[in-house]
């Protein structure tokens, strides 16, 4: 069985899904809005999270919102985006955030239940229209970049990523489960490697790079 817990803020919706997932598929838990996926997420630790692009609550960042409030579990649990939405902007948010695929409400619920199943595999899923959107946001960094981001390690990454967006020491260690002191060392690593003063040089470096 692989283990799945359900993100949409439509009580309808996520019946619906339930009831269309095949039978090795078991949804431990729904959410509706940022707060509630979050806590699910974190006390079920699921293998797949199903979960919407447009949420309510927290800041306003809907799925990307939950992928970063789970971010010291990734690899532990893979997000898999589902929405009406097909805008480029909507999928490459996602993505860039942490998810490995993303699939449209248009889909079958056979679909969807082999998308959670790829997923769950360690591989990533895209409808096909959405693959070229992955392709065009992710090939125009260029190599330079990848260069740039390999010179960090897993935490280093996670903890840029939340710096850049403006998120304090404190809340930062909230995320990721650290302390203060810890997050205070690693943005000075990363400050170091990619040669960069201050915070708001880094959040300047993360936005011209779409890593925002």
Do not use: C
């Not at 949804?27 to 707060?35: F, Q």
């Not at 010291?72 to 902007?89: C, I, P, T």
């Not at 996602?94 to 969807?112: M, W």
């Not at 790829?118 to 960094?141: K, M, N």
Request: no cysteine; charged share 25%; glycine share 8%.
């Amino acid at each position: 069985m692989t283990k799945v817990v359900v993100v949409d803020d439509h009580a309808i919706f996520r019946s619906g899904l339930k009831a269309d997932l095949e039978p090795d598929l078991l949804v431990l838990a729904e959410a509706a809005t940022v707060e509630e996926a979050v806590a699910a997420i974190a006390e079920h630790r699921p293998e797949v999270v199903l979960l919407d692009v447009h949420l309510p609550g927290g800041r306003g960042g809907g799925g990307r919102e939950v992928i970063e409030g789970s971010l010291a579990l990734l690899g532990e649990v893979k997000f898999l985006a589902l929405s009406v939405s097909d805008a480029a902007e909507d999928v490459v948010s996602v993505i860039r955030a942490g998810a490995r695929g993303y699939v449209t409400k248009a889909s079958s619920g056979a679909e969807i239940s082999a998308a959670v199943r790829t997923v769950a595999g360690g591989d990533a899923v895209f409808s096909p229209r959405l693959a070229g959107f992955v392709l065009d946001a992710f090939g125009s960094t260029g190599i330079a970049v990848d260069d740039e981001l390999d010179r960090l390690s897993a935490r280093e990454g996670e903890v840029m990523r939340l710096i850049a967006r403006g998120y304090s020491y404190k809340e930062t260690a909230k995320q990721l489960f650290i302390s203060v002191k810890t997050v205070e060392t690693h943005v000075s690593a990363v400050l170091r490697k990619l040669q960069l003063s201050s915070r708001h040089e880094l959040t300047r470096w993360a936005a011209n790079r779409k890593l925002l």
